[in-house]
Antibody, heavy 114, light 109 residues
Framework: QVQLQESGPGLVKASETLSLTCTVS????????WSWIRQSPGKGLEWIGHTYNSGSTNYNPSLKSRVTISVDTSKNQFSLKLNSVTAADTAVYYC????????WGQGTLVTVSS | QTVVTQEPSLTVSPGGTVTLTCASS?????????PNWFQQKPGQPPRALIY???NRHSWTPARFSGSLLGGKAALTLSGVQPEDEAEYYC?????????FGGGTKLTVL
């Protein structure tokens, strides 16, 4: 059974960079799309972007200038970096697998403080 | 950027049938948008229900079905159970990007 686990700081200061890692177990990261999605408190889901083919990426146009998603196949992990964060970036961040988002992590809350 | 619109809320009686829809600001939703549907309960991550318009995942109960209806993607729940009360999200492919709808809060009452 594939499992995904997000990790990273739960508190980030405004204007700094949010960095999260998703560790994949029970399967290889060398196939599939691997996505980041976020959910602001009490709000809906927002697709951030994905990586595929061991390094290709697509991003949400509204976040594209601030986002980098990368993959480390040796560690079976992929990562999210979001720079110049503001309070609007406070959210639960999820990682998910595949073109059909069949497996998800439990999510990690990241709070941006001023 | 494409905006994907869902009904904010719907109410259905136990045992009843309800259809949730998913519209695109760019025009009719087609199979080329590869509609996906997800269920989310409070405090939990989303769970995938339907992919590529009408395909159930192995864990998706048969009472959930997906389709295209009147230029929109649709999720129909037949024989609704109390545990189906949840938020439902659709997702559409928009070229290389993906766009979630705003979600439908389904109440079973």
């Amino acid at each position: 059974q594939v499992q995904l686990q997000e990790s990273g700081p739960g508190l980030v200061k405004a204007s700094e960079t949010l960095s999260l890692t998703c560790t994949v177990s029970g399967g290889s990261i060398s196939s599939y799309y691997w996505s980041w999605i976020r959910q602001s408190p009490g709000k809906g889901l927002e697709w951030i972007g994905h990586t595929y083919n061991s390094g290709s990426t697509n991003y949400n146009p509204s976040l594209k200038s601030r986002v980098t998603i990368s993959v480390d196949t040796s560690k079976n992990q992929f990562s999210l970096k979001l720079n110049s964060v503001t309070a609007a970036d406070t959210a639960v961040y999820y990682c998910a697998r595949g073109a059909v988002f069949d497996f998800w992590g439990q999510g990690t809350l990241v709070t941006v403080s001023s | 950027q494409t905006v994907v619109t869902q009904e904010p809320s719907l109410t259905v009686s136990p045992g009843g049938t309800v259809t949730l829809t998913c519209a695109s600001s760019t025009g009719a939703v087609t199979s080329g948008h590869y509609p996906n549907w997800f269920q989310q309960k409070p405090g939990q991550p989303p769970r995938a229900l339907i992919y590529y318009t009408n395909n159930r995942h192995s864990w998706t109960p048969a009472r959930f079905s997906g389709s295209l209806l009147g230029g929109k993607a649709a999720l129909t729940l037949s024989g609704v159970q109390p545990e189906d009360e949840a938020e439902y999200y659709c997702l559409l492919y928009d070229g290389g990007a993906r766009v979630f709808g705003g979600g439908t809060k389904l109440t079973v009452l």
